[in-house]
């Protein structure tokens, strides 16, 4: 069972934006900083987002990062086939004292 | 340029040991934290633990102290995983990983290529 809870799955058309959610508890997205991933199938994963909306050099500004209490989101605009993978949030957890990983979501670009 | 190379493709039987090493290279190798994240087939990423490359000490998530050792060799800027007495579960594609935590980990920047372990008889 993961600690941070994120959609399965979302899918939208080409061009159009889509959010995917990451909801979590006080002990992690609560008070510690958030990062995304993106990971496509046979590659190793890269960070997208750091500290709840950084963006790494080379990260386009079609990817967004915000938090809000206990949840995170990261926002793609732009959506191309390119974009097509699974999208992990993480975070440290004070209770556990581990960093945590949601669950992932697939995105489908259609 | 920040690398981290990891070994190759390991083919080991259940109850055996693996040694899974990641040579870093490009940056001061102990102003960083390394961490070791696996992914099981069909499942998602899953964190192991973290040595921090500065102390030399270890933490382990939850599940995995015991059979999961993780070290490191300043000399060659290069740390280990090693897992013993391996189970089919066992079996994953082991990442190493950079992160800027100096207390624990905040975000990681750097992967290595990921190595395969397939545990089977």
């Known amino acids: 069972q993961t600690v941070l809870t994120q959609p399965p799955s979302v899918s939208a058309a080409p061009r159009q934006k889509v959010t995917i959610s990451c909801s979590g508890s006080?002990?992690?997205?609560?008070?510690?900083?958030v990062s995304w991933y993106q990971h496509l199938p046979g590659t190793a994963p890269k960070l997208l987002i750091y500290?709840?909306?950084k963006r790494p050099s080379g990260i386009p500004d079609r990817f967004s990062g915000s938090k809000s209490g206990t949840s995170a989101t990261l926002g793609i605009t732009g959506l191309q086939t390119g974009d097509e993978a699974d999208y992990y949030c993480?975070?440290?957890?004070?209770?556990?004292?581990?960093?945590?990983f949601g669950g992932g979501t697939k995105l489908t670009v259609l | 340029q920040v690398q981290l190379v990891q070994s190759g493709s390991e083919l080991k039987q259940p109850g055996a040991s693996v040694k899974v090493s990641c040579k870093a290279s490009?940056?001061?190798?102990?102003?960083?934290?390394l961490n070791w994240v696996r992914q099981a087939p069909g499942q998602g990423l899953e964190w192991l633990g973290w040595?921090?490359?500065?102390?030399?000490?270890?933490t382990y998530a939850q599940g995995f102290a015991g059979r999961f050792v993780l070290s490191l060799d300043t000399s060659v800027t290069t740390t280990y995983l090693q897992i013993s007495s391996l189970q089919a579960e066992d079996t994953a594609v082991y990442f190493c990983?950079?992160?800027?935590?100096?207390?624990?980990?905040?975000?990681?920047?750097?992967w290595g290529q990921g190595t395969l372990v397939t545990v089977s008889s």
């Open positions: 990983v950079r992160d800027w935590g100096v207390l624990v980990p905040t975000y990681f920047d750097y």
């Open positions: 490009g940056y001061t190798f102990t102003d960083y934290g």
């Open positions: 040595i921090n490359a500065n102390t030399g000490i270890p």
């Open positions: 006080s002990f992690n997205i609560g008070n510690n900083f």
């Open positions: 500290d709840n909306n």
């Open positions: 993480g975070t440290w957890d004070s209770s556990l004292g581990a960093w945590v």
